[in-house]
């Protein structure tokens, strides 16, 4: 009598397809889709303004050079040979700032993650204020390198110090808004709490070299206004007796 032995195999595991759950959240993905692509805007469109910028600053430089303009007075060439470079400065490190706080205040109005509301509407006005300056800087930029519009009023000296005094202004109680909140942040341990610390540190530091560079040229322009008063002065004639 013959037994039947009978190998027992195992089965191979049977996979059981599980239910996968998305993150399909469409206000987190339009959050998503508006970081990534304000971040692509504001990265093409920054750097598009400044080349604009430098190359109508370099057509009007030449144009320059080939028409000279007279100056009578050595303050008026010292102006003429340093002013220039200060409001590059100015509408470059501006044009930056620009692109830092208008990215912050994008990214504080799709995900509301802003330190404290004062530091929000701080950073609101930093914007304005780069904005203001890189506009009316680079305008002042063509009219002063200009030998027919430097001739204008608004070119006086007069009147680009209250541009710096109004610009200095607006810049120091920008920043004077959001030191409560950056003031904390320069130490490495808080700074990663907070959101976006890196981006709030470079706003802060550009702003401080605006206002720096900024109070440079109202000390500038009050020691002109000096000279240009001295000079339409004269010295004094007495009669003789």
Known sequence: MSTLS???TSAPPISIPTETFLSDDPIASRISYLTSTTTTLIACIVPIIAIMYILLLSWTYQYSQRNPRPLNKTSGLRLQKYAPGV???????????VAL??????????NHNYPT?????????ILFTSVWTSITGGAYTLLFLHPSWSKHPVSSVGAQAIWVFTTWLFWVVGVSIVNPSVANLLD??????????????GLYGVALVEIFTLTIGMAIM????????????GPAIYPMN
């Not at 409001?87 to 700032?97: A, G, K, P, Q």
């Not at 020691?223 to 002065?233: D, H, M």
């Open 6 to 8: 009978t190998s027992s």
């Open 87 to 97: 409001y590059v400065f100015l509408v470059l490190t501006s044009l930056s700032e």
């Open 101 to 110: 706080a208008s990215w912050l205040v994008l990214q504080y109005r799709f």
């Open 117 to 125: 509301v004062q530091f929000r509407t701080g950073t609101r006005l």
């Open 188 to 201: 490495k341990g808080s700074c990663e709490i907070v959101a976006y610390c890196s981006q709030i540190r």
């Open 222 to 233: 009050i020691w002109l206004a000096w000279e240009s008063a001295r000079y339409s002065v």
